[in-house]
């Protein structure tokens, strides 16, 4: 009777031993695929990161580039207006002279003269 508990006691030994080992076995696998897993998306994370940094970047220079021209239109725009101002202090001059300082002129340079704005 001892001999059968005895036995009956190994085999649930060995059957729970042999569970044991194939689950750590099974968790070895799982824990080497989530590894893995975790490995490739690290890699992806580093290389988004790095992408929406060079993004960044250009955004930057974007904005910067932005800057300038926002810059450059306002510099042109001054000096149209300074032109612009003395376009037409030459323009009054020229239509406020006397009827005496007029003269002879070129038909093509004054209809050049006629078609300025």
Known sequence: MLMRILTAALVVALVLGGWQFLRA??????????????????????????????VLEELAEQRQRARQAEAAV??????????????QALERQVRQAPAEDDGPVAPVLRQALEDLP
């Open 74 to 87: 306002a510099e042109l725009m001054a000096t149209l207006e300074a032109t612009h101002a003395d376009y």
């Open 25 to 54: 076995r099974h968790l070895d696998q799982m824990l080497t695929i989530e590894t893995q897993a975790l490995e490739a998306m690290t890699g992806n994370r580093d290389r988004w990161q790095a992408s929406a940094e060079e």
